[in-house]
């Protein structure tokens, strides 16, 4: 049905049951990898590295594709053959990590959310309905010939997400080839579709580009193609792929190409999922443990909520320094300004919503009987050579490092100055003021909490990092950026005052005055 669901977007173009989808007797006198058949097949591999692949052979002088092939990964469903590199912390956050695990994991918010909400088998079931759908049309869309496309997911608003008679219709995404973040409804709202199921209306014209009937006339023809593009400025025509989008940090430069982000709002996407996480913490315990069975299902479920928070700091982060990229032709109706940075208020809105749910004193605090029961089923010698208490701190650091990783680059510092000059409104040094602020205004006066302790410590260390970083290392800020970073230390030197502060407050703020006193002192290698 996933695959067939394409016939629609041929229809559009043209042509009626362009695609027919048959099971393979147990008698056929054909082979599976005979190139005249285009097979979708299921695979168990010992160590999968996709959940759904879809190549395709093409002639390479004229790019007609001659035969394609879809390989489902059975372990897309549960993946318990990479059960330590999903779930281990010290793992959960590797940067090569933004792929098919990353895609895997919102499967398994998914699940952990929806027990977490006391959904039952009925509500399960249908999100992997969701899940099989969308990733089989999406890998049928690769063999189309259809790249990735991570802006598409921008397409709806907040509002139209949980409107299951429209998405079904069109889906939650401008195109099948996004990796959308999981569309779980907040708490005591209805819930409409998981994923996209059906090809959008990027995809739909992607179709009649390439596939609909050509004209005779080879005039016409680039006539009648040139129509065809003319539709691109469109809003839910919008396009981005893998060399846009800003998954890792310091790559990309416009944030509405993202992977795992949602709505034509993902600032107010990520805000809302991050405080739905909060409220399924409250609820973990309770949802996630059976009697008579151990609790690694309740730390798995921790995980995934965990890696789910990371992504959403890192949506979050990517809109400060951000530039919108229009790639329109000059002179090509609804065109925009090829490059406009983000309005302020827009990088301004993000930055308040991590200093409140991600560097906040009370964000990423967690009931205590949660963390008491984080642990993990003994197997065999499963913890051979390392502890098996819960590392929290590491945990917590991760979420606040995936925004971090953005705010203290040093290409996104360059781009906040470069973008000053045409337009940028939210500048250098007011971000960072900001994010001083985030990380040390609440208690630079009082004692420090251990959560706040480990990100102020990092954050000042990452500050003396830049600023002492050597002029012909690629990371080396610029000299505006350097007088910025250097201005920001003395001011958190100036900010701290330990006078009644508990002892490991006092030690700790001590440790961070040698720390920029150290920095600030050194001279300034050539």
């Known amino acids: 049905e996933a695959t067939l669901s394409w016939n629609t977007a041929f229809e559009k173009a043209g042509f009626r049951n362009a695609i027919e989808v048959k099971v393979q007797p147990d008698d056929a006198d054909w082979d599976a990898g005979d190139i005249r058949y285009n097979v979708l097949r299921w695979i168990a591999a010992p160590s999968p590295q996709f959940s759904g692949f879809g190549p395709s052979f093409f002639n390479p002088r004229t790019g007609q594709i001659l035969g394609a092939d879809v390989m489902l990964e059975f372990a897309s469903l549960r993946r318990y053959q990479e059960i330590e590199k999903i779930y281990d912390s010290s793992k959960l956050f590797a940067v090569q990590d933004i792929g098919h695990q990353a895609l895997y994991r919102q499967i398994a918010f998914g699940l952990s959310a929806l027990m977490a909400k006391g959904a039952g088998e009925k509500e399960q079931s249908a999100m992997l309905d969701d899940w099989l759908r969308s990733l089989v049309v999406h890998e049928v869309g690769h063999t189309l010939g259809l790249n990735h496309n991570f802006r598409a997911s921008q397409y709806l608003p907040m509002s139209q997400l949980n409107n299951s008679v429209e998405t079904r219709k069109s889906g939650l995404s401008g195109s099948v080839m996004d990796y959308e973040a999981t569309n779980v409804a907040p708490i005591g709202q209805p819930q409409g579709q998981y994923w996209s199921t059906v090809p959008g209306p990027y995809d739909d014209w992607a179709i009649d580009y390439g596939y609909s009937e050509a004209l005779a006339d080879p005039v016409a023809e680039e006539a009648r193609l040139e129509n065809i593009l003319a539709r691109s400025t469109r809003p839910e025509l919008a396009f981005g792929n893998d060399a846009d989008d800003m998954r890792a940090p310091g790559a990309g430069i416009d944030p509405r190409v993202m992977t795992f982000d949602l709505s034509s709002d993902a600032i107010g996407f990520a805000e809302q999922r991050l405080q739905l996480i909060q409220q399924l913490e409250g609820n973990l315990r309770q949802k996630m443990t059976r009697p008579g069975q151990s609790f690694q299902a309740l730390s798995n479920a921790f995980g995934v909520l965990m890696a789910d928070s990371r992504q959403s700091a890192a949506v979050l982060s990517r809109y400060v320094g951000g530039v919108e990229v229009d790639r329109a032709l000059a002179g090509q109706a609804g065109a925009g300004t090829p490059f406009t940075p983000v309005p302020a208020a827009q990088q301004r809105r993000a930055m308040a919503v991590l200093a ?171």
């Open 356 to 526: 409140k749910q991600v560097f906040a004193p009370e964000a990423m605090a967690m009931p205590a009987d949660l963390m008491t029961h984080l642990q993990s089923q003994r197997r065999s010698y499963y913890f051979s050579g390392k502890t098996e208490d819960p590392k929290l701190h590491d945990q917590i650091w991760a979420v606040q490092k995936a925004a971090l990783d953005h705010l203290l680059h040093p290409v996104v510092h360059k781009r906040l100055l470069d973008s000053a000059l045409y337009g940028n409104e939210y500048s250098l040094s007011e971000m960072l003021a900001d994010l001083t602020d985030a990380v040390f205004a609440a208690d630079a006066k009082t004692s420090v909490n251990s959560r706040r302790q480990n990100l102020q410590q990092e954050y000042v260390q990452r500050l003396a990092a830049l600023v002492l970083a050597k002029p012909d290392d690629a990371k080396s800020p610029s000299a505006m950026n350097q007088a910025a970073l250097r201005y920001e230390l003395k001011r958190i030197s100036q900010m701290l005052l330990s006078n009644g502060n508990d002892r490991a407050s006092i030690a700790h703020k001590e440790y961070l005055q040698f720390l920029i006193r150290q920095t600030l002192e050194a001279p300034r290698t050539a």
